[in-house]
């Protein structure tokens, strides 16, 4: 098809010609160059299952060129002609508006209110709408009339190829909008590289929500190219999506080349091992980056190594939130390692990580010491804590304006009173309760509601690295966790997982354990009443028991 051209004197008969549309009596040169303009969108963008053959880029943005011209002003010789009430719905003045109402008409949908209103407003927000490519399409024509608009969320609307397609080749005509979401679409690959291509030569838009659209790997080269390439982006959301081990990996070469961003949230990644160090190392490049989640990842010790070498040089980074990501006293150790050295770092977020009370107090312990460190928020979750604990807390938070947050305080000693010992009974019965169902199944399930991995604990209680452990380790080391097992019930519990009978548990005979309580796990999970079963029944114990043996604070 040709392209969209001005037309001389007559031209409302030749472009209505061209493009097979009725010419009613005195139609205006605005309205048949209207209807044109959404043929040459229905046809380029069409969303039949016959894929029309792909428009050469620069003829498409020489035709959306075109759409912005004044063709009333130059061309039109019917201007004063009052027929053109006749197209417009009665009351709506907006440019956008009508122009939306008129596409939607030439595509036979119906309008949408939201829609509508947004046109009027600074922020266009559409969810869970359910658009199809007709209804992109149709606020797609009204946004090119519009200059109003400059935050565009589109999330969880199941956007189909054709209808991101059709939003990225809008974005380059929309100076206006600085802020764009569209989250929770499944976009996958085909709109990761879409929305990449955009951002790359974008120069307008600062902040970019792209979570949960299922990007994965393959993808994070895209989003590498926009952080190497991209120099307005200030704040960029890719949690919930697939990046992993390799995906992390690619995207800390972008890091390192970005001297713009001042926000990412990479959280829910499942980054690890050598993604997780990677993007630790890559902050020892950067030095713009301000805030940076990484929650509910794998740093563990390996991406903690990183990142406390990155603190040590570090100056711009004020918030770091590593939410449940495998982190035990030896990562919290590297992290410190580096806090001593960093005078910037204001939040620290480890929440649902198993550092013990013994780690949260060396992390106290360490802020108290260090007097530069800079750190002003630490949120170590439901961790529970000790009695010193508290008291280095309270002159802390007197003395250096410091946060904690934290869980329930661990009673190092009763007072007998009544009502103490009416509680203290109930707790005795609540563990021998407890004790009557498998051993084992009571630790894997006491780990899984604390949130801490099983063989972590095992590395870190193994203090001699013999990979076994002595009665003796185990039972300090279950004190630490403040697992609610007495001392006569532990021994129980080792007698279960010595299988061989050598007085210690190793590597492997902890692993055989682990499978046969996971077994157990899918079973339970397979029944109708999950709590009738051994798993649901042991759950619903401990966290009973939980709640009778400590004092819970308020925060």
Same mark, same amino acid.
């Given at each position: 098809?040709?392209v ?6 007559g ?28 043929? *040459?969108?229905? $046809? +380029? ?18 035709r959306?060129?075109q ?22 719905? $009665?009351?709506?003045?907006? $440019? ?13 949908? *119906? ?8 046109l ?7 969810t ?22 400059d ?5 969880s ?18 100076r206006?909008? =600085? ?8 976009l ?5 590289k ?5 951002l790359?030569?974008?120069? =307008? ?9 299922g ?32 995906g ?66 570090n100056?711009n980074?004020r918030?770091?939130?590593? =939410? ?23 939040v ?13 107090l060396?992390?106290?312990k360490?802020? +108290?010491?260090?007097k530069?460190?800079t ?12 009695? @010193?604990? *508290? ?33 203290? @009974?109930?707790?005795? #019965?609540? *563990?021998?309760?407890l004790?009557k169902e ?15 991995r ?10 001699? #690295?013999?990979?076994t ?8 080391g ?10 006569a ?26 499978? +046969? ?9 397979? $029944? @109708?009443?999950?709590?009738s079963?051994?798993?649901g ?5 401990? #966290?009973?028991?939980? #709640? ?5 604070? =308020?925060?």
């Amino acid at each position: 098809m040709s392209v969209l051209r001005p037309l001389k004197h007559g031209g409302s008969q030749a472009l209505a010609t061209q493009f097979r549309l009725a010419l009613p009596q005195k139609k205006t040169m605005s309205q048949i160059v209207h209807r044109a303009r959404n043929v *040459i969108l229905e $046809e +380029e963008l069409n969303d039949e299952e016959e894929e029309p053959p792909a428009l050469p880029k620069r003829v498409f943005k020489m035709r959306l060129s075109q759409f912005d011209c004044d063709y009333m002003d130059e061309y039109d010789f019917d201007k004063d002609d009052d027929s053109d009430s006749e197209a417009i719905p $009665e009351g709506i003045e907006d $440019e956008s508006q009508n122009a939306y109402m008129t596409a939607c008409r030439d595509l036979g949908i *119906i309008s949408n209110k939201n829609i509508m209103d947004s046109l009027l407003t600074s922020t266009m927000t559409l969810t869970n709408q359910r658009l199809t490519t007709k209804d992109i399409r149709a606020f797609s024509i009204a946004l090119l009339k519009n200059s109003s608009i400059d935050v565009l969320t589109l999330d969880s609307n199941s956007l189909q190829p054709k209808g991101i397609e059709t939003i990225s080749q809008i974005l380059p005509h929309k100076r206006e909008i =600085t802020e764009l979401s569209i989250t929770n679409n499944s976009l996958g690959s085909l709109g990761a590289k879409e929305l990449c291509e955009v951002l790359v030569g974008s120069s =307008t838009i600062k902040k970019v929500d792209f979570s949960g659209n299922g990007f994965t790997e393959k993808d994070a080269e895209y989003f590498k190219e926009v952080l190497e390439e991209n120099n307005v982006i200030k704040e960029m959301n890719l949690s919930h999506n697939e990046m992993r081990e390799k995906g992390g990996s690619v995207l800390a070469e972008g890091i390192v080349k970005n001297d713009c961003l001042r926000v990412l949230d990479l959280s829910w990644n499942h980054l690890r091992l050598a993604g997780a160090a990677a993007i630790g190392e890559s902050l020892q490049t950067n030095n713009t980056l301000e805030e940076i989640y990484l929650g509910w990842n794998g740093f563990n010790v390996r991406g903690c190594l990183a990142l406390g070498k990155a603190l040590e040089t570090n100056s711009n980074l004020r918030v770091l939130d590593l =939410t449940c990501n495998r982190i035990c006293e030896l990562s919290v150790s590297q992290l410190l390692k580096g806090l001593i050295a960093n005078t910037t770092l204001e939040v620290l977020k480890l929440p649902l990580n198993g550092i013990y009370p013994s780690g949260a107090l060396t992390l106290l312990k360490v802020l +108290e010491k260090y007097k530069t460190i800079t750190v002003s928020h630490v949120d170590l979750g439901t961790q529970s804590v000790t009695e @010193e604990f *508290i008291q280095l807390k309270t002159t802390l938070e007197a003395t250096r304006k410091l946060k904690v947050l934290h869980g329930p305080v661990l009673r190092q000693e009763l007072k007998f009173s009544a009502i103490q010992e009416e509680l203290d @009974e109930l707790v005795e #019965k609540s *563990i021998d309760d407890l004790m009557k169902e498998h051993p084992m199944t009571v630790l894997f399930e006491f780990a899984r509601q604390q949130n801490f991995r099983i063989l972590d604990m095992f590395t870190t209680l193994d203090s001699d #690295k013999s990979g076994t452990l002595t009665r003796q380790e185990f039972e300090e080391g279950f004190i630490k966790v403040n697992i609610p097992i007495p001392n006569a019930a532990l021994h129980l519990l080792l007698n279960k997982m010595d299988l061989n009978n050598d007085g210690v548990v190793d590597y492997g005979e902890l692993v055989f354990g682990h499978r +046969e309580y996971k077994r157990k796990v899918r079973e339970a999970i397979a $029944e @109708e009443d999950f709590t009738s079963t051994e798993i649901g029944r042991i759950s619903t114990k401990i #966290k009973d028991l939980m #709640k009778k043996k400590f004092l819970m604070r =308020t925060f």
